[in-house]
């Protein structure tokens, strides 16, 4: 079984600054998708941001970006440039193809002004 | 741009009646998906249907549970008799079966409420 790992409950960081969320992952495919959900206050599902197991780079969407270490299975965070609008809940998830999604614990982010 | 909804956005019941969740997936996804987050909890998978049955499901999708796609746009979610413990936040889900095969389109979820 795919276990997801969030070890950072709450997090914060002032606004303007950066901040990274860590995540695990436990799977023995060599073929998956992770990805990071953001879940504001409405508790509305929104995609941050994916990352294809079989790509080398990591992703990036404007100011979201991946560290992907395939062999340490792990799968961070990185928002640059806080904003007072990133303030959510942010959800880690692992796939395999076409599959169910497994989701960390989450981290609770607050922007701070 | 297609969106995922779902009906109602907030369900109250009395514990063991019977409640039906309502999704209407986006138009052409073929892979479709149930999760549920207790308040304050991690999204937890419940159920996975592709071609008009069950691919996979979780230990959570008990005998009380039940999915179905009654007819070309929705994809319902019932709860037979349901407990205190079932309140949570239900969210639907699809995917395409083409290319990009590997992202599920949440929909807005629904809070169902178990008195």
């Known amino acids: 079984a795919q276990t997801v790992t969030q070890s950072q409950p709450e997090m914060s960081v002032q606004e303007a600054e950066t901040v990274t969320l860590s995540c695990t992952y436990d799977?023995?495919?060599?073929?998956?998708?992770l990805f990071w959900y953001k879940q504001p206050p409405s508790r509305q599902m929104i995609l941050v941001i994916r990352?294809?197991?079989?790509?080398?780079q990591n992703a990036t969407e404007n100011r979201f970006s991946v560290n992907f270490q395939k062999a340490a299975k792990s799968f961070s965070l990185k928002i640059s440039d806080s904003q007072l609008g990133d303030t959510a809940m942010y959800f880690c998830?692992?796939?395999?193809?076409?599959?169910?999604?497994?989701f960390g614990a989450g981290t609770r982010l607050t922007v701070k002004p | 741009e297609p969106e995922v909804t779902q009906t109602p956005s907030h369900q109250v019941t009395q514990m063991g009646q019977e409640v039906i969740l309502r999704c209407v997936p986006i138009?052409?996804?073929?892979?479709f998906y149930w999760y549920r987050q207790i308040l304050g909890q991690k999204v937890e998978f419940l159920v996975s249907?592709?071609?008009?049955?069950?691919?996979?499901k979780s230990e959570i999708f008990d005998d009380q549970f039940s999915v179905e796609r009654p007819d070309g746009s929705n994809f319902t979610l019932k709860i037979r008799s349901t407990k205190l413990e079932d309140s949570a936040m239900y969210f639907c889900?699809?995917?395409?079966?083409?290319?990009?095969?590997?992202?599920?389109?949440f929909g807005p979820g629904t809070r169902l409420t178990v008195l």
């Open positions: 799977t023995s495919e060599s073929n998956y998708y």
């Open positions: 138009s052409n996804h073929l892979y």
């Open positions: 990352q294809e197991a079989y790509k080398q």
């Open positions: 249907f592709y071609n008009n049955e069950i691919s996979e």
């Open positions: 889900a699809s995917s395409e079966v083409g290319p990009p095969v590997y992202e599920q389109f």
């Open positions: 998830a692992f796939m395999k193809q076409n599959n169910d999604m497994r």
